[in-house]
């Protein structure tokens, strides 16, 4: 079982930068694939970029590509996601999400078994 919690979510201006976190807590978090995915109002959950187990592999969407980086800390049980050159199209709901082991399909929201509640971030033009 493991717990999600995401911070750092807020307010930026386009152009600027954010960082979101993602603590975990339970057994074996080094085992676990993680996720970032957004939500926009009116629109699917869709998936931004996820570190692969194994061997820390970074995966990223055409749209965060260049800008955002997904980074883990084991020592710390957390998963980081820098947000560079913030857009408003950015602004949604970041959720952070996890699956053990080996994952076939990182960008499909079903491959993960664990969510958090989410953090809002909202790009102002």
């Known amino acids: 079982q493991v717990q999600l919690a995401e911070s750092g979510g807020g307010l930026v201006q386009a152009g600027g930068s954010l960082r979101l976190s993602c603590a975990a807590s339970g057994r074996s978090f080094s085992s676990y694939t993680m996720g970032w995915f957004r939500q926009a109002p009116g629109k699917d959950r869709e998936f931004v970029a996820a570190?692969?187990?194994?061997?820390?592999?970074?995966d990223y969407a055409y749209s965060a590509k260049g800008r955002f980086t997904i980074s883990r800390d084991n020592a710390k049980n957390t998963v980081y996601l820098q947000m560079n050159s913030a857009k408003p199209e950015d602004t949604a709901v970041y959720y952070c999400?996890?699956?053990?082991?080996?994952?076939?399909?990182?960008?499909?929201?079903?491959?993960?078994?664990?969510w958090g509640q989410g953090t809002q971030v909202t790009v102002s033009s």
């Open positions: 999400a996890a699956g053990f082991g080996y994952l076939t399909s990182v960008a499909t929201r079903n491959a993960y078994a664990y």
């Open positions: 570190v692969l187990w194994p061997g820390g592999r970074t």
